[in-house]
Every structure is written in C-alpha cells, then in structure tokens.
C-alpha cells in the first residue's frame, strides 16, 4: 500500500510538512531499540569428510540413535525422492523406501519415534515409523514445504519464506509463526533446519551458508561460509555450471553424543563433520 502523501491546503501547513527541524539533524541515521545486530562470523573445523551418493538431491538429513538418516527430492519428478537409512562410511542406503513419481521429498525430522516428511508442493506431509520406515499416516497441509526439524515438543518447518511454523505432531495444526530477520532485514529461502541446544541452524537455498537462529525473538544471531569447503575436499566434484544452479549445500544432521554437526549439499560426493568453534 502506497503512503499517503502529505498534502494540505495552504503555504504554512504545506510549509510544516517539510519542516526541516523534523527531520534527523546532521543526517544521522536513527537506530531503532529492536534493530537487529549484524550476525557473528560462526568459524568451524573439519574433523571428518565421508562419502555422500552424489545422485542424492539432498533435502532433510537427521542424526538419531547412532544413525544418518537422509531426504531426497527429485525436480524432474523422476521417481527420485526417497527417505533412507545411510551408512555414513560409505554414504550407501542401507534401508530405503523411495516416493511415488507424484511427490517431491522434502525435509524430515524426527519426533517420538516417528519421521516426519515433508513433500514440496504436494501438501502432504508422510509419518514414517523410525524403524522401519513403514508409513504411519500422513497430514494434508497448504503451501509448500521446504525444511523442518522439531524442538522435544512442536514440529517447526519454512515454506521458503522467512517464517517458521510451529506445528502440532498429533494434528499438523499451526500454533504459532516467527520471522526470521538479519540486519539487512527479512530472510528469504529459508531451506533445512536443524534445532541445536536452543537454536535453530538453517540453510539458505541457493547460497552456501548457514545461519543460526533464536527462534525467540527470530533473530539471525550467526553466519558460517562453506563456500570453497568442497572445492578444497573434492576439487572438480562439480561443474561451474552445478556450482552456480542447485548443487549447494543442504542438509545439517546434529549428533549429540559425539557433540558434532553432518553437513551436505545437493548432489555433492561429501558429507562433512563439523564442529563449531
């Protein structure tokens, strides 16, 4: 909506309108209270780097119970898309179903025994049992699903937005929504989650960064660049044209044992273990 300009009769109040004495003196710029602070540089460490299926188009990834648990996509609608059971030595699925050519596999996360996946534009977000990949049932939902993860008790997924939905397990129903804001303001393309000790780290479609979230207040309070982490691991791995598309990092998976973040992309030959400094 386009505001409103200020326009009234006569010279004085047209005059008062502009009055310079309203505006900042010295042209500073006014900070608001709640401004958001710039992000800290988040610096990490390479502790191991393991083989990923390179024909992986790598959409959600989870670490639970000792185990690497993977969601794929397919933007052909190929047939492509599954949820599998990785063997992280070898990057090979060790169990797997795979979605019928009518879905795009989206984000997962593990809740209660139970996978949740969600699917792109399809509305459908399919409940698996954790051993057995067995489908438990599943949810109809609007708009598209992108990434998702849980806190112990809601389930939180993005659309591609800047928003977070907190959804009931039992119902799918949302309970509630935060904006997600940086200092240059909202933060578009929010892609997968991974909620970490109280905050959230996300990755941003198509950009080779992570951020990490309060999902308090929705501030971006971190930032780590793994651009050049593949080019210095697997040389050549991708071409420039792959490098510049869809072929960026996604996939954050969190082991709390072992204190240590898995980190992926889409169709890359490795997958990461990271620990933040």
Not at 64 to 89: F, H, N, P, V, W
């Amino acid at each position: 909506m386009r505001k409103p300009l200020c326009i009234v009769p006569g010279l004085l109040l047209l005059a008062a309108c502009q009055n310079p004495s309203a505006e900042n003196k010295n042209n500073e710029t006014t900070v608001a209270p709640n401004a958001v602070k710039e992000p800290a540089a988040m610096n990490y460490t390479i502790v191991n780097v393991y083989p990923h299926d390179t024909s992986s188009y790598t959409e959600g990834l989870e670490w639970r119970e000792g185990q690497l648990y993977e969601s794929t996509g397919d933007s052909y609608y190929q047939g492509k898309s599954k949820l599998a059971k990785i063997e992280l030595s070898t990057g090979k699925d060790m169990q797997k179903i795979n979605l019928s050519k009518a879905y795009f596999g989206e984000g997962i996360t593990i809740l209660n025994g139970k996978i949740y996946m969600l699917t792109y534009r399809e509305g459908k977000c399919f409940v698996f049992d954790q051993k057995t990949l067995k489908k438990i049932k599943e949810f109809d939902y609007s708009g598209e699903g992108w990434g998702m993860t849980n806190d112990g008790k809601y389930l939180i997924m993005d659309d591609g937005s800047n928003n977070l939905f907190y959804r009931d397990p039992e119902t799918f129903k949302v309970v509630k929504s935060v904006g997600v804001t940086d200092n240059n303001g909202p933060v578009a393309s929010i892609n997968e989650l991974e909620y970490v000790d109280g905050g959230i780290y996300a990755n941003i479609w198509l950009t080779n960064y992570i951020i990490k979230i309060d999902p308090a207040t929705g501030n971006v309070i971190g930032k780590a660049d793994f651009s050049f982490v593949l080019n210095k691991y697997a040389p050549g791995a991708l071409t420039d044209e792959q490098q510049s598309s869809s072929s960026v990092l996604n996939g954050i998976a969190y082991d709390p044992t072992g204190k240590r973040f898995f980190v992926t992309g889409k169709n890359w030959p490795k997958l990461f273990e990271v620990k933040f400094n």
